[in-house]
């Protein structure tokens, strides 16, 4: 399964750092998502852009900013995390934005760990 | 907002024996998903259900849309330990845009 890929898999850093997560889809979809996931809260919704256009910001801190320069590529740029942070960071892409009816495609995830 | 719910959360079940996991929402839903993410692994499609009271097999499981739309299961068959996995329901939600929205999930643990 290499539809999604993401880099890198894992990833250390400290709590000043400033980290970038990169996500490619190669299935010509239109629509790109950011979840994490952890045990608390299994996948929360982060971030949405659709053709390039961000649809939808979840509350999510300034510490996370995202950055869509295609509809291939999506970044999720990292600075200043807390502990709290450690988690799954997964990647998903659908074919466009169809208010709930579209298919995701998943990535295999960027585990993070925050020190 | 509305949510998706799933229960159980946990499921330990000997090979063999049969599985059911089940999807309630408190509004009605155009479709629901499911989801399937092997230890390690990340979430894979299995099916989309779309009509009132709607049934799909995939070999042993078994995917069912409830009648007004609000609720869902998923049931496998003598499960194997290739069935270990968390499987999510997913549906729109009820925030702008209508994101679509992931249930908890039900973690199927199966002893050999």
């Known amino acids: 399964e290499t539809g999604v890929t993401q880099t890198p898999r894992h990833l250390v850093m400290g709590m000043t750092n400033k980290k970038s997560l990169k996500c490619e889809q190669h299935?010509?979809?239109?629509?790109m998502y950011w979840y994490k996931q952890s045990a608390k809260k299994p996948l929360e919704l982060m971030f949405v852009?659709?053709?390039?256009?961000?649809?939808e910001n979840n509350s999510v801190p300034s510490r996370f900013s995202p950055e869509c320069p295609n509809s291939s590529h999506l970044f999720l740029h990292l600075h200043t995390l807390q502990p709290e942070d450690s988690a799954l960071y997964l990647c998903a892409s659908s074919q466009d934005f169809r208010q709930g009816w579209e298919t995701q495609y998943f990535g295999p995830g960027t585990r993070l760990l925050v020190l | 907002g509305q949510q998706v719910m799933q229960i159980p959360q946990y499921q330990h079940v000997q090979e063999g024996e049969d599985f059911t996991t089940y999807c309630n929402s408190s509004?009605?839903?155009?479709?629901i998903q499911w989801y399937k993410q092997r230890p390690g692994g990340h979430p894979v499609f299995l099916i989309q259900?779309?009509?009132?009271?709607e049934v799909k097999k995939q070999k042993r499981l078994t995917f069912q849309f409830g009648e007004a739309k609000k609720n869902s299961s998923l049931h496998i068959t003598a499960t194997q330990t290739t069935d270990v996995g968390t499987y999510f329901c997913?549906?729109?939600?009820?925030?702008?845009?209508?994101?679509?929205?992931f249930g908890g999930g039900t973690r199927l643990m199966v002893k050999p």
């Open positions: 259900l779309v009509k009132s009271g």
């Open positions: 509004t009605t839903l155009s479709n």
């Open positions: 997913a549906g729109p939600g009820d925030n702008a845009g209508n994101m679509l929205t």
């Open positions: 299935l010509g979809h239109n629509a």
């Open positions: 852009y659709n053709f390039k256009e961000q649809t």
